[in-house]
């Protein structure tokens, strides 16, 4: 049972405890106007009552001593002790006979196994309503027998002779009865008025609360509808409408999540066509223009030796900085033609030999610290893909550490989260970090900090790790560096 239904079992049973005390406040009132009506009725019975008594308990002592003597010997007699050791209910009642017959004033035996459970029993006919019943072990197998013996007629006779007293006295009675239950009707009538009046108050109290909290997850689910994603609603209560609360809180998180990642795909779409533009754009006159060059420098027949080094100076500078225009145009156009991820199981430990074999062919220029997890689970990713999310992390992660350290370290961390289907691999760096002010578009198109780049990277690597259904976030913790943190799902 939850909070929320614990909270109303108590609030139910704080009403009831009141129903019961003042009805035990009415019920003592009614029992001292009954005690003062009745005493002067009790004195004349008095006397009969006293001499029935102390019959009746002399003759019922005497004769249960005799019956306990009797069921004591049917207990431990060897036949019935023998059959139940060897559980022969045939012989057990075969003892059970022979013991009634023996002893005319058993009415009635019965043999129990251990859990009370009736295994054989033994009665006569036309036994008195009036009976005195006896349980005995039988030996030490732990059985029990229940012997039953009638009660004496005399004590019977005094019983019936009290009760016609009783009955001689009834209009008395009835006569107390009639004032108890107007004296009762009244009390009852003024008690439970004044209870309904209060679990009408309090439940007034109750449901105000509780439609004021479903009213306000209703409103936020309006503004929600509305496209308005930043509203939350308080989750102090841990009951069930705090749950509730809270995986709203979750869901809307979650659905601000989703959107801006649609967003940002839309955005890197539309930045793709613009690359792709533009590479085409910048491809086609690069050869023109550098072989218009080479021409008029290999054209030059003149001996002016200050025009040729002009001449010279040019077609070096142009080939570079057509060299140069060509690594941007590749770089556009592989960022227009990024392939479509095709993720399937691959496993962890595969994954971080994938990049250690790359980063070793291409000389990484710093300490790669990779652990996989022990033991291991398989990622659901697009294996070249992802090799290259890696390899572009830890290569900006050396880069930006050379600028501090002369020893660049990137360290490797993945592990599952229990019981959720996800992996989480981080990437962190001895670097100098981030700037706060620039944590926002570091994964931005064109965005770069270094002199010499592209600003396709980290767009490029948020793009795939999008397309395998995960996320990545960037972190600087105060003692240095830059943390990224990648989550995809688990194979």
Known sequence: MGRFGVKLVVLLLLISASFFFFSLYLVDSAVQVSTATMRGYVRELEGELRRVPPVYRELFRARKHRFEAVADSVATSPH?????????REQMGKALATAMEQVPQIRRLAVRDRSERLVVERGREGEPDARFRLHRPIGSTGWL????????????????????KLDLESPHVKKIDRKLEQYSLKGFMRFFGGAMLLVTVVGL????????????????TKTVASGDLDVAVPTRERDEIGQLYGAFNEMVAELRRNRAQIAYLQKISAWQDVARRLAHEIKNPLTPILLAVQQAREKYDGDDPVYRKLLEDAAE?????????????????????????????????EVMDDLRRSLGELDAPGELECTPPVPGFDLLVDRLLFRRVLVNLVENGFEAAREVSDSPRVTIRARRLVHSGVAVITLADNGPGV??????????????????GTGLGLAIVKKIVLEHSGTIDLECPPEGGAVFTIRVPVG
């Open 435 to 452: 700037d706060e002010g620039l944590m926002d578009r570091v994964f931005d198109p064109y965005f770069t900090t270094k002199g010499s």
């Open 205 to 220: 109290l109750f449901a105000r609360r509780f439609s004021r909290r479903i009213s306000r997850l209703s409103r936020a």
């Open 317 to 349: 500078i142009v080939d570079e900085e057509v060299q140069g225009l060509r690594r941007l145009v590749e770089a556009f156009s592989a960022f227009a033609k990024l392939p479509q991820v095709q993720p399937e199981p691959v496993p962890v430990s």
């Open 145 to 164: 027998l229940v012997a039953e013996f009638p009660i004496d007629r005399h004590a019977s006779a005094a019983y019936r002779r009290l009760v016609r």
């Open 80 to 88: 019935l002790t023998h059959a139940v050791w060897s559980r022969d």
